[in-house]
């Protein structure tokens, strides 16, 4: 079966949108081709910084013929009827429908509409201007003498070639020639911007990528990964160091370099002296460069490793200096922005209201920069005020919950406090992903407890599913108090998430709730704390999915979530029980015996037969109606007594008790026996049984 090659080659794409631009140039193409009627085995996109590739192979090459009958109205139908089927048929007349007769309705126009195949070159040629031109890029721009036309071509940036063959895989493929805005694909492609830019002439995907290659081209941006890594961690080892890895980093460069040359640089060892965050950051946010470390160490060494896209003929050296005066003057700024912010900000004189109000000492800088955080009124966000007041609302709430987590209430008011100085900070106003880590290295600095330091950075913890959670009570308190106050706050001014926006990160603040709840044990009332019903929702939707991600079932989740239930940990510890018990012989027998008794209650109920308020035991008549009263009243004690206690492992095991008696009933009684009086109590029995088992779950919920 045929093959399609494609190639958009253009200036260089942004690093950050290749990957998904690759994946929407192949969904488009393989939808619009099955749309059409291609089938096809296998598609694989490509990219590097200045061409996307898509590679479909086992492509149909002609789409099927169609015959599709289409059943119109009666012979006798009205005219406007009749006209409107012709004209959704493509039919110029009736005498172009055929008649059918069905004995019961009459008879009635059938169109028969007949689509012969088409070949595959036709429909690329077809689809892919229309993808070209509306291709989702998040920015694009117009270029040229065009760019001034209505309707001229927008591209993320100036499209230069375009690539399409099709053909076997082992005999001459053709060129599907279409056009768009003056280009017209060809067999055509170039290599590398220096290297080798003369024209390449491909025929399919093999020797498309050989050719690449050998024009300094690795098309696959895996492998330019792999290379880069490898190489880097060599270069390292060779130097007696190890490569700090970085994920992101090498996504980012593997996207600028289409041939990846590894080199390393250095600088002075005298800019060690800044924290090793600073140091990474500058050099990957202004160099795109890897830092490297001693083996076996945390401290940075004095080297980095970067990434050339040219192969020097003096080996690098040019390329290493240049980028090494760089690297040094961003870490010259650096060391600045270190320094001052250990040094006394030069208006201390116009911080003394803010600082009377926080209880601040002027005398030390971090604290220097929270009152000069409050005395600008820095605004937090124009409905919710200053960080100033954000603050003081953080402070009041977090000494609230010292109460609760158990934490020293002093050190946890002087973390509140400090938290947010920082942003105030010259290392976090040129790096802000630093926030809460300076602040907590600057804290050390001027000597506050080690607790104190650590809340002022873990406070923003865990920003997602695989942070880490605040361990030390002082940290665990802030946090809570931190994304408490931001939820609260937004939902008060009903800044809400909607569909997939959330601005504010208000899903990320819950789950953070939520995990530091469950993963910490703490016992917090939610509803008490935040007095918003629809927020305590919110949190319970983020539970379900932290739950869920944990393993448990959906419906064990609903059978105990009910819409007050505040104690998030009471909520997982009773799911826990519940999985545990329901996956017993017991639990499992019991939800069955359990759920024909509420159905059946449920059914009767909603006919409105009577059903007494009590169960009479003078109305019993059989040995197994005396016995699963005796145990539901027994089973009824032990587990309330057991969730009173939140013991509810005990709570299942009482209920568990129940499983004999539940399914002798069901085997020897007849509930809608003739006496109404019988039958109204022997329904009251099973209404036990649903209050019994709903002290720990809505059994009904339960699927099986």
Known sequence: MPNLLLELRSEEIPARMQRKAAGDLRKLVTDALVEAGLSYEGAREYWTPRRLALDIHGL???????REERKGPRTDANEKAIEGFLRGAGLSSVSEAQVVSDPKKGDFYVAVISKPGRAAEEIVAEVMPGIIRDFPWPKSMRWGKASSKPGAMRWVRPLQSIVCTFGPEHDETVVIPFEID???????????????????????????????????????????????????RDIAFANGLELVEDEGLLEEVSGLVEWPQVLMGSF??????????IIRLTIKTNQKCFVTRKQGEETLSNKFILVSNIQASDGGKEIVHGNGKVVRARLSDALHFWKRDQGDMPDLATLETSAAKFGLDLKKPLDQRMAKLDALDVTFHAKLGTQGARVARIRALAKELAAITGADAALVDRAAVLAKADLRTEAVGEFPE???????????????????????????????????????????????????????GFWAIDEKPTGSKDPFALRRAALGVVRILLERRVRLPLLATTEDGDLLSFFHDRLKVYLRDQGARHDLIDAVLTPEADDLLMVARRVEALTAFITSE???????G??????????????????????????????????????ISSASKDAADAVAAEDFRSAMEALSKLRGPVDRFFEDVLVNDEDAAIRANRLALLRLIREATGTVADFSKISG
């Open 268 to 277: 002075e060892e005298d800019y060690l002296s800044i924290p090793s965050e």
């Open 586 to 592: 017991d639990g499992k027998n019991l939800l069955a």
């Open 60 to 66: 149909t090459a002609r789409s099927a013929d169609v």
């Open 182 to 232: 003056g280009i017209t694909a060809s067999n055509v492609t170039y290599g590398h911007r220096f290297h080798a830019p003369e024209a390449i002439t491909v025929r399919r995907f093999d020797d498309y990528v050989a050719s690449l290659e050998r024009a300094k081209v690795i098309l696959d941006a895996e492998r330019r990964k792999d290379v880069i890594l490898h190489d880097a």
């Open 434 to 488: 630093l926030q809460g880590l300076m602040g907590r290295r600057y804290a050390a600095l001027q000597g506050e407890n080690a607790s104190v330091a650590a809340a002022v950075e873990d406070h923003y913890k865990p920003q997602g599913p695989s942070d880490r959670v605040p361990e030390d009570k002082v940290a665990i308190t802030l946090a809570l108090a931190d994304k408490l106050d931001t939820l609260t």
């Open 594 to 631: 359990t759920k024909r008794a509420t159905q059946l209650l449920a059914a009767e109920e909603k006919k409105g037969t009577v059903i007494a308020d009590g169960v009479s035991q003078a109305l019993f008549k059989l040995d197994a109606e005396k016995e699963l009263f005796a145990a």
